[in-house]
């Protein structure tokens, strides 16, 4: 398996536009999350998903942040509009629960 | 949400010492305790977990104990080497284990 995959790795953006990251967690795990890392507040569970629904979003900053699970192979966060204050890099991660997560290498986010 | 805190936020050790790294918490239902490595540019890589029901759990140079009474516990890394050089969360989760809790992360060196 290729793990979790995430896109793109790198992304610079102006302040106003949106943003969209993407996830391909592994196949057959039924729980996805996503988090932000940042050197003030570490790691954040923004939201997470059992079998394509969202369970938890109380980590979601604001109405700008949005994520979707149309199925269970694929996973956007959107961001609209941003802000600087959103750079950060974002993890999604996905497990077979009980058990421990699969991260994937991140997206680094920067909004000027 | 639940409080982890873990120490020490540094530290350096040289070469074939060992490095020790605790993590505290408060609720006393937590039961799945794992422990990742993140390397510069990745995502945290699963390294090393204990349930509740075992006291230290050893793999190789890495072991992990729990002291549940003392609602704590510890990271050991021993004969360590440059390429363990890294920044190390604890985290747990209770219950079916849907969210964990991560600690703020130990940036370990080792000093060739």
């Known amino acids: 398996d290729a793990g979790v995959i995430q896109s793109p790795r790198h992304e610079v953006t102006e302040m106003g536009q949106e943003v969209t990251l993407r996830c391909k967690p592994i196949?057959?795990?039924?729980?996805l999350f996503w988090y932000r890392q940042t050197m003030m507040r570490g790691l954040e569970l923004l939201i997470y998903?059992?079998?394509?629904?969202?369970?938890?979003d109380s980590g979601m900053p604001e109405d700008r942040f949005s994520a979707k699970m149309p199925n269970a192979s694929f996973s956007t966060l959107k961001i609209q509009p941003s802000e600087p204050r959103d750079s950060a890099v974002y993890f999604c991660?996905?497990?077979?629960?009980?058990?421990?997560?699969?991260f994937g290498s991140g997206t680094r986010l920067t909004v000027v | 949400g639940e409080n982890v805190e873990q120490h020490p936020s540094t530290l350096s050790v040289q070469e074939g010492d060992s490095a020790v790294i605790k993590c505290t918490y408060s609720?006393?239902?937590?039961?799945?305790f794992p422990w990742y490595k993140q390397e510069l540019g990745k995502g945290p890589q699963l390294i090393i977990d204990i349930r509740s029901n075992v006291g230290e759990k050893k793999d190789q140079r890495i072991a992990v104990t729990l002291n549940k009474t003392a609602k704590h516990f510890s990271l050991h890394i021993t004969e360590t080497q440059p390429e363990d050089s890294a920044v190390y969360f604890c985290?747990?989760?209770w219950g079916t284990g849907n969210q964990f809790y991560f600690g703020t992360g130990t940036s370990l060196t080792v000093i060739p």
């Open positions: 196949s057959g795990h039924d729980y």
């Open positions: 998903f059992n079998n394509n629904v969202p369970i938890d």
């Open positions: 991660a996905s497990s077979l629960a009980p058990g421990g997560y699969t």
């Open positions: 985290a747990l989760t």
């Open positions: 609720d006393s239902a937590s039961n799945y």
